[in-house]
């Protein structure tokens, strides 16, 4: 059962390590951050992730969160099916010293050959398409719009879609054409719940984000 926000924290303090602790000769700043996010065992229901070289753990997400997420993955999976490429979650997703966990994205039906060597998840180039549906505070809605958005564009993962309840009234971004050495995007295009918007391009080029998944356009005050 997903908790509610009350319950317990939304995003837990990010864990870094500083490069003066660290002894001479030793492993590098990246390696150390890489060996603490491998040994973690946490309580069901946390992730970590490595995000711009900082370990961050958050809890799951509140029942809002998760209905937007079912019900995306219902209508993507509806529209991938009998096709080469699948919606998938809960899964590591691994690129340069980054370590993410998306709600959702897009891969291959047949992964076998993006696993990483060491088993813990699936290279970036896996990924077609990635969506992050923001959580409230200001610490998870900077990682999501921001951060993630600088790591994936780094990653040239294709196709980012941020659904945000907390964007004026709830908004829906797709974000294409990642330019990795920026670490940016050239197509932003953001429209307000109750608009369709399409993705453009990739394994589920035609598919629409509909109100259904994301609710009905909010009346503002």
């Known amino acids: 059962m997903t908790a509610l926000a009350h319950e317990r924290p939304e995003t837990m303090t990010e864990i870094r390590t500083e490069p003066q602790h660290l002894p001479e000769n030793g492993p590098g700043l990246d390696e150390v951050v890489w060996q603490a996010w491998e040994a973690m065992e946490l309580p069901e229901g946390y992730r970590a992730e490595i995000i711009e070289g900082a370990i961050e753990v958050s809890p799951t997400g509140r029942y809002s969160h998760s209905e937007i997420i079912f019900q995306l993955k219902e209508a993507l999976g509806e529209f991938l099916r009998g096709g080469d490429f699948s919606v998938?979650?809960?899964?590591?997703i691994l690129h340069q010293g980054s370590a993410w966990v998306p709600d959702l994205f897009v891969t291959a039906r047949d992964t076998e050959r993006y696993?990483?060597?060491?088993?813990?998840?699936l290279a970036s180039g896996a990924v077609r398409l990635v969506v992050e549906v923001v959580s409230p505070g200001k610490h998870n809605q900077d990682r999501d719009r921001v951060k993630k958005?600088?790591?994936?564009?780094?990653?040239?993962?294709?196709?980012?879609?941020?659904i945000d309840d907390y964007d004026n009234k709830g908004t829906v971004t797709v974000l294409t054409e990642p330019q990795p050495e920026k670490a940016d995007w050239v197509g932003v295009h953001r429209v307000p719940y109750g608009t369709e918007v399409t993705i453009?391009?990739?394994?589920?080029?035609?598919?629409v984000v509909t109100e259904a998944i994301t609710g009905p356009a909010r009346a503002k005050k």
């Open 88 to 92: 998938r979650n809960d899964t590591n």
């Open 115 to 121: 696993v990483t060597d060491d088993g813990l998840g």
């Open 200 to 207: 453009p391009e990739g394994p589920a080029k035609g598919f």
């Open 149 to 162: 958005r600088r790591e994936y564009a780094r990653a040239d993962i294709p196709v980012y879609v941020i």
